[in-house]
Nanobody, 115 residues
Framework: QVQLVESGGGLVQPGGSLRLSCVAS????????MTWYRQAPGKQRELITS???????YYCDSVKGRFTISRDNAKNAVYLQMNSLKPEDTAVYYC?????????WGKGTLVTVSS
């Protein structure tokens, strides 16, 4: 059994920063890609950034230059540093990990950007 737990969400003013964390626990073999998604109210879930086991990264255009993904393989963790936050970044942020042959999701953490 594998669990992903996100943390670090909250309320922040426009222009502010937050750091999200996601830690995997349980019967973990090899973690391949680790990915952050988000789902804004009334919208579909979207992939915003991902990192491979080899260190490659991908960012969608809307967060490029503002968000940074990193991972700590020793801790089975992935992080999302979010800077220059905008109201349109308001969403539930989900962590996804490819562990062995399977895909796992966390339950999400809410980020609200508002003054």
């Amino acid at each position: 059994q594998v669990q992903l737990v996100e943390s670090g969400g909250g309320l922040v003013q426009p222009g502010g920063s937050l750091r999200l964390s996601c830690v995997a626990s349980g019967n973990i073999s090899i973690i391949y890609a680790m990915t952050w998604y988000r789902q804004a109210p009334g919208k579909q879930r979207e992939l915003i950034t991902s990192t491979t086991s080899g260190g490659g990264t991908y960012y969608c255009d809307s967060v490029k230059g503002r968000f940074t993904i990193s991972r700590d393989n020793a801790k089975n963790a992935v992080y999302l540093q979010m800077n220059s936050l905008k109201p349109e970044d308001t969403a539930v942020y989900y962590c996804n990990a490819q562990i062995g042959p399977a895909d796992y999701w966390g339950k999400g953490t809410l980020v609200t950007v508002s003054s």
